[in-house]
């Protein structure tokens, strides 16, 4: 193993290149021009331009792996090897690392602005199962200290190659290369000294000796065995004898304590007994080599190997001759003795042209990394000779699964020709993982219930990369910190009017008051849920709309105590547009906290928040999966509002709409994530209106900021051909939309039979936009087909209802003989008893 892997941004220094080749895997930028015939491991750092083609070449030419942006491993996901892919991750990108793209790879390469190994050891808990690198974007070259810090969380540092040196490092701006290496070696010794093991270019050991910083660091310089005599300091191999050492490579045992030299030996060999071992004579595969190496050089004339070396004609035939004689073997000794000749005289051939076993080794790894593979037919001049085979295998299909050049399209189906079968896929959405990321979100949720405030404040460093000194700001909230433009305050406190008026006329003032018989009322009432947490997803995002949402049906309601949680901004603050609603809605208090550990500060409490009754408001995976573990917790005693999943939008169209508003419709939903969902139902459409419509679509998207996340999103999404409106309602009830549009000639008409969604936009000139900010409704909505169940948040999501019933004498001896009797019927004496105890004493007392 290597303690760092050096990222080659300058290819001017040859020198320090086959320096850093000698310690480990070199990665190369794929914009260099880099020849890496003669360097059998290094890893290609490549951009969002490079092509499935291109990914391919450079595996199949012998790359260990190619590391690519994220938004490339979703689009070639599937296509190429996940041990061959590197997913390259901004630090603040962790958290969209989905299960999809996890099992595309074996590990990411996180860029950071700081090595903070504390933080970083804090994200490498969720890359458990895969190979954490690690390059900082700093102009520092890590310390020792950093390296070893990096490497005791199991992650790998990546030093660009203009921070490391040959020489003595000058200043923080880089570090020696040997320094680099041994950062993390530690020696049991009394001397200090590190055993090393040293190898031939095959990997069999020739002898045991010692190792210190100096020899290491001038072995590693210049390419030659240099070592520690414990009796006479530092010893270069062969300098008296000649029997030199060129070092291939230098490398790490698995706990850092030991080192191995792989090396190509010259001379009578490594032992002052002049044998190629300490451990004996070499056997095997090595001995011949060594044997033929001899013979070719110094064979007697005469000698039949020296014929061999000298008759290519007489060579090839034993080849082939050898080769037959094996096809025809059958028994494991037969067949063992004829591969034996037929290598003996392969080897011939190879050490004839100056090729070797490691060049064999070499070649037989590169052809390991070959993701392509040709079907492997033997020719044509050998077919006869051939036993029949079973059909190969045709090679795997690299080819992009879809063209993200061209233009923006969705998938079309018609409902007419649709089998039942089909019609059911269409109304699935992408399989949650939900209980692989509530196992991911666990120890966030237990670090919080256990350490309280002092593990927001860690994770406020670690995830928002802000350090607070407090999480919970109470009201009056300062004025600076709601310092807004005249326009923004003006439009939030509209939107704010809207969703009042609307969720204020939601309110159960009055009691339901039914006499179900005479003498017997029975009645149900509202009450407030007393404290609830609001989340607001934010950062580097501004969601006022969200915190109006939540915060304006909570204070309408009543609730007593209102936290409204959103994550810091990098300087600790939040932002201005949120506060402000804070303020507008009541908060009781704003926790400055974000992910899996804002909800279960909220569902636990800690010193400074307060516990809540119900959790409400959306976010992405970890704060989805927080809320489902919280609320089947029975410590936290804690509800939520809703199941949680991706954005999506049914659009329904018939021959009256606007191609240019459906398309907008359509991308609106689309834009929130490459997961979104969003349904287009044509309703008889002709096949010209649904080619504008997809027209718009393109020109639409691809003049939007988001378009990157709108052709996957959209490629994703799917057109519905139904033959009347009917059909097409019939749809939407089954796909029950989060949001449904309806781009109908008599839309008002339609929503009688809208039995399924969670909000309903009617007409043209009726955007999703609208009912997301503004107008009035509420926009945390169900999603993923939980409209069939569920409903959008409203004022009554933050009210608990109550029954009472009230009984006279004379209404319990109506209703009394009931009861009683049904009481027997179950066996439950003592109630029929608590009735009978009661008509018992009105008989006396009347």
Same mark, same amino acid.
């Given at each position: 193993m290597s303690s760092f892997l050096p990222i080659l941004d300058t290819l001017r220094d040859k020198n320090l290149i086959d320096a850093l080749s000698r310690v480990g895997p070199l990665i190369f930028n794929h914009h260099t021009n880099f020849d890496a015939r003669f360097i059998s491991n290094y890893h290609v750092l490549a951009d969002a331009t490079a092509s499935l083609d291109q990914i391919t070449h450079w595996l199949d030419q012998g790359a260990e792996k190619v590391i690519l942006p994220l938004q490339k491993i979703k689009e070639i996901s599937g296509q190429l090897p996940a041990e061959r892919l590197i997913a390259l991750l901004d630090i603040n990108s962790v958290s969209a690392v989905s299960d999809t793209v996890s099992s595309a790879v074996s590990g990411v390469l996180l860029k950071t602005p700081s090595l903070d190994v504390d933080f970083i050891t804090s994200i490498t808990k969720f890359f458990s199962s895969s190979t954490v690198l690690v390059l900082a974007d700093t102009a520092e070259a890590p310390s020792k200290a950093q390296i070893r810090g990096l490497i005791a969380a199991g992650t790998t540092p990546v030093i660009p190659s203009s921070q490391i040196t040959l020489d003595a490092s000058t200043g923080p701006s880089q570090i020696n290369i040997a320094d680099a290496f041994l950062a993390p070696v530690?020696?049991?010794?009394?001397? !200090? =000294?590190? $055993?090393t093991i040293v190898s031939n270019h095959t990997g069999h050991s020739m002898g045991l000796v010692y190792s210190s910083p100096e020899s290491v660091k001038q072995s590693i310089i210049t390419g030659q065995g240099v070592y520690q005599s414990r009796k006479h300091g530092l010893w270069k191999k062969g300098e008296t004898s000649g029997a030199v050492q060129d070092v291939i490579s230098v490398r790490l045992d698995c706990d850092s304590d030991a080192l191995e030299f792989r090396v190509v030996q010259h001379g009578a060999g490594f032992c002052h007994l002049n044998r190629a071992s300490c451990f004996g004579h070499l056997s095997g595969i090595p001995a011949l080599e060594e044997t033929l190496r001899s013979r070719f050089e110094e064979a007697p004339e005469g000698s039949y190997t020296k014929r061999l070396f000298s008759d290519e004609r007489l060579l090839a035939s034993k080849i082939k001759e050898e080769a037959d004689e094996l096809c025809a073997a059958q028994s494991p000794e037969d067949v063992a003795f004829e591969a034996a000749d037929l290598f003996y005289f392969a080897l011939t051939k190879c050490i004839s042209t100056g090729v070797t076993v490691a060049d064999l080794e070499r070649s037989l790894d590169k052809k390991a990394k070959k993701v392509t593979r040709r079907p492997g037919n033997a020719k044509p001049q050998y077919e006869a000779k051939a036993t029949p085979a079973p059909p190969s295998v045709p090679p795997k299909d690299v080819s992009p699964k879809e063209d993200f050049? !061209? $233009?923006?399209?969705?998938?079309?189906?018609? =409902?007419?020709?649709t089998s039942p079968e089909a019609r059911d896929r269409l109304l699935k959405r992408p399989v949650l993982r939900s209980d692989e990321m509530i196992s991911k979100v666990k120890p966030i949720v237990d670090d919080v219930r256990a350490r309280g405030d002092a593990a927001l404040l860690d994770f406020a460093l670690k995830f928002d990369r802000a350090t607070l000194t407090s999480t919970v700001i109470r $009201?009056?909230?300062? $004025?600076?910190?709601?310092q807004l433009t005249e326009e923004v305050k003006h439009a939030i406190d509209?939107?704010?009017? *809207?969703?009042?008026?609307?969720?204020?006329?939601?309110? *159960?003032?009055?009691? =339901?008051?039914?006499?179900?018989?005479? !003498?017997?009322?029975c009645s149900r009432f509202s009450r407030p849920i007393e404290r609830v947490g609001l989340y607001v997803p934010g950062g580097t995002a501004v969601l006022p709309s969200t915190a109006l949402m939540l915060g304006v049906p909570a204070q309408v309601a009543g609730c007593k105590e209102i936290v409204l949680a959103t994550p810091p901004r990098a300087d600790g603050s939040v932002s201005p547009e949120v506060m402000y609603v804070a303020q507008l809605v009541g908060a009781t208090a704003v926790l400055k906290a974000g992910g899996g550990q804002a909800v279960a500060a909220m569902a636990y409490g800690t010193g400074t928040v307060p516990k809540v009754d119900k959790i409400f408001g959306p976010g992405n995976q970890w704060v989805t999966a927080a809320k489902m573990l919280v609320q089947n917790d029975t410590d936290a005693l804690v509800s939520i509002d809703m199941p949680a999943g991706p954005s999506e939008v049914l659009v329904i169209a018939d021959e009256t709409a606007n191609p240019a508003f459906v398309a907008a419709d359509l991308l609106s939903q689309a834009e929130h994530g490459v997961d979104s969902q969003v349904v287009l139902v044509g309703v008889a459409l002709s096949d010209a209106l649904l080619a504008a419509i997809e027209e718009q679509v393109d020109q639409q998207a691809n003049a939007l900021s988001r378009v990157t996340i709108l052709r996957e999103s959209v490629s994703k999404s799917i057109i519905v051909k139904a033959s009347n409106l009917q059909e097409a309602l019939d749809f939407s009830n089954d796909y029950a939309p989060e949001h449904l549009i309806l781009h109908l000639r008599d839309a008002p008409a339609a929503v009688a039979d809208v039995q399924n969604a969670g909000s309903v936009f009617v007409g043209a000139f009726t955007p999703e936009s609208c009912g997301d900010y503004a107008s009035g409704t509420n926009h945390t909505l169900p999603t993923n087909g939980y409209a069939r169940q569920f409903s959008g948040v409203n004022t009554q999501s933050f009210q608990k209802h109550i029954t009472s019933q009230q009984i006279t004498e004379a209404g319990l001896k109506e209703l009394g003989p009931i009861v009683a009797t049904l009481a027997d019927c179950e066996g439950l004496s003592a109630h029929a008893n608590a009735v009978r105890v009661r008509l018992r004493a009105g008989l006396t007392s009347s």
């Open positions: 530690t020696s049991d010794r009394p001397d !200090g =000294l590190f $055993p050049s !061209g $233009p923006i399209r969705m998938t079309t189906s018609d =409902l007419s020709t $009201p009056p909230f300062a $004025p600076k910190s709601m509209a939107a704010y009017s *809207n969703i009042r008026k609307f969720h204020a006329a939601q309110v *159960n003032a009055e009691a =339901l008051v039914v006499e179900t018989m005479p !003498g017997v009322v």
